[in-house]
DNA sequence: CGCCTTCTTGACTCCTGTCAAGTCCCGTGG
DNA sequence: CCACGGGACTTGACAGGAGTCAAGAAGGCG
């Protein structure tokens, strides 16, 4: 039934815990663009994602939108332990999620503290990633954004490379305008940068939303990480 | 012995628990710009903060500095389940800490649930503080960014109000340079933002490290939340 | 009182945002 | 098959906020 059943975080659990999860589990399909949770909203669901990405966002008062995290198959959605979630969720691709009442999940996070742990750990490592992604806004270049997402989004799609340690194509799943939200930039800086990038021949731009990593090593460099 | 045992981690401990923590507790008395844990380095220790600040922090290759987070008594320090921790951790004044060997907390989380669902519910908040201010470092001005942290600090520190509802003074415990840090700024402007709030007449710098909040509304209304 | 750090202020630069046209791409329908 | 339409993307011109560099002033500690 678990599709993504060795990674996700039902994955953890050994036979018993996981029927538990799975029998309070419901499978549901979401398009893209659709939001299946609002800032400011009651929090009354959990899910783990089967397929497709999400992105987790809040928006300034002057309606500017900001992605804080990206959302990937195996990861979790949710906010236990607290009556409100503060940030949209929003389906970046078609997508099928496995979804909990909150107050179940808890009730199962409580109960079964091999699930528990396995959580705790999943929540400690999206710390790390938020904080590295404070360093990132508040201090690096557009340049160095878009390098460090490019080399991200590669390792994340894999890609075909036609020869051994050759350049490598991938599609990028998001919009200029969603990229534009995760990097804290706006469209046409993203575009700029990405129109820079080839005409240094770093990368290449085929077509639609395909892109081809020449020259890996220069990439990393602009990253200066 | 645990001087803020009620909001501590281990204030959530029953007695027999907390004994356990204790236990393997030692108190340290920490100098104001010691670094107690560096970026990299192993992970070999957690805490507890029982007195004074901490500052959370990275630095890019360049060797310009970001806070990622302020750490206040009661607050946990650490990185359990990771063999290196990615930042550094330095006191901004004098500080106290119980200190624990990172495997001997593990071993406590594990064997008391009690802990552990605490841990967990700090670990979330945590993460959406840091969310928080991705948002804030990626899309607010930097008047926004002063007017929310003279806010925040505001409600942190306290402060004497000598007519109800009135202005309020409070020290920050933070230099010039290390609020830049924090805001994603630099010194510059961070004394810029301050000066002109002084002159609209929002806040007073009676001397030091002093801050009056005249206008709190005013002050609020600038923060575009 | 004097030194040294921290803070303030000024002049200038530059990166990124904003506003405004185009251009490309792709699916739809004639 | 090709013209059309609309969203996504690119490109250009310009402005402005924050960074950088450089003095100076203020504050704290010996």
Redesign the pocket.
């Known amino acids: 039934m678990c599709a993504v059943q060795e990674e996700a975080l039902c994955g953890s659990l050994e036979r018993r815990g996981l029927s538990d999860l799975n029998r309070i589990g419901r499978l549901r399909r979401v398009e893209r663009g659709e939001t299946i949770a609002w800032a400011g909203e009651e929090s009354r669901n959990c899910a783990n994602i089967l397929s497709g990405l999400f992105k987790l966002s809040a928006s300034t008062a002057d309606g500017?939108e900001q992605t804080v995290g990206l959302l990937y198959p195996a990861d979790f959605v949710g906010r236990p332990y607290a009556p409100r979630t503060d940030y949209n969720v929003t389906a970046l691709s078609e997508a099928e999620i496995c979804v909990f009442p909150r107050p179940a999940f808890e009730e199962t996070l409580e109960s079964d503290s091999a699930l528990e742990r396995e959580f705790l750990r999943r929540t400690l490592t999206a710390l790390d990633e938020a904080r590295s992604r404070q360093l990132m806004l508040a201090r690096?270049?557009?340049?160095?954004?878009i390098a460090r997402f490019l080399l991200d989004m590669a390792k994340k799609m894999g890609g075909a490379r036609p020869t051994p340690g050759g350049p490598r194509t991938f599609d990028?799943p998001?919009?200029?305008?969603?990229?534009?939200d995760v990097l804290?930039?706006?469209?046409?800086?993203?575009?700029?940068?990405?129109?820079k990038l080839?005409?240094a021949r770093i990368i290449a731009?085929p077509?639609?939303?395909a892109v081809t990593i020449i020259r890996e090593a220069e990439l990393r460099g602009l990253t200066a990480e």
Do not use: C, D, F, P
């Not at 690096?140 to 954004?145: G, N």
């Not at 706006?186 to 940068?193: A, F, K, L």
């Open positions: 500017r690096q270049t557009a340049e160095q954004r990028l998001l919009s200029r305008g969603a990229i534009a804290g930039l706006t469209i046409e800086t993203v575009s700029r940068q990405m129109t080839k005409a731009l077509g639609g939303r």
